[in-house]
């Protein structure tokens, strides 16, 4: 039984810095000047450098990890669908992960949640759709 409720939600903000987007950039080999070369960054339409997007939608990782906590249960990431980058964000840039669940199958122990990632602005600059794939037991 999965301890959790339809629209049990949790957020987590976090301000992208210089740092953060050199050592994705470094981990990843993405290297695109997108991210890394200011100069090029300010002949887009963003005016300077952008984080990664799968920077970006790795902050909702917490907020798994946060939701995991909330239900004191064993549980995995089962994977994101419908990811959608909408918005570039900027070195300099706070951040705010919402995780909200939206659906409990208790049959198949999988929750989905809604992931909206707003900046400082309100700008809405990413959405996915999160599955966990839950396990029998407390956690570990």
Same mark, same amino acid.
């Given at each position: 039984?999965?301890?959790?409720?339809?629209?049990?939600?949790?957020?987590?903000?976090k301000?992208?810095?210089? #740092?953060?987007?050199? *050592?994705?950039?470094?981990? +990843?080999?993405?290297?695109?000047?997108?991210?890394?070369?200011?100069?090029?960054?300010? +002949?887009?339409?963003?005016?300077g450098?952008?984080?990664?997007?799968?920077l970006?939608?790795?902050?909702?990782?917490?907020? #798994? +990890?946060?939701?995991?906590?909330?239900?004191?249960?064993?549980?995995?990431s089962?994977?994101?669908?419908?990811?959608?980058?909408?918005?570039?964000?900027? $070195?300099?840039?706070t951040?705010?992960?919402?995780?909200?669940?939206?659906? $409990?199958?208790?049959?198949?122990?999988?929750?989905?949640?809604?992931?909206?990632?707003?900046?400082?602005?309100?700008? *809405?600059?990413?959405?996915? +759709?999160? $599955?966990?794939?839950?396990?029998?037991?407390?956690?570990?």
């Open positions: 039984m999965i301890n959790l409720v339809v629209g049990d939600s949790v957020s987590f903000s301000t992208i810095a210089e #740092s953060d987007v050199y *050592l994705f950039a470094g981990i +990843t080999g993405d290297l695109s000047p997108n991210h890394v070369n200011e100069e090029y960054g300010r +002949t887009t339409r963003y005016g450098r952008i984080a990664h997007g799968m970006v939608l790795s902050l909702a990782s917490c907020t #798994s +990890t946060m939701m995991q906590a909330k239900a004191a249960q064993a549980c995995v089962y994977g994101y669908d419908r990811v959608r980058f909408l918005a570039g964000v900027l $070195i300099g840039d951040l705010t992960v919402t995780y909200s669940i939206t659906q $409990i199958d208790q049959a198949s122990a999988k929750t989905r949640a809604s992931i909206e990632i707003h900046n400082q602005r309100g700008d *809405l600059c990413a959405v996915a +759709t999160h $599955i966990l794939k839950f396990f029998d037991g407390p956690l570990p």
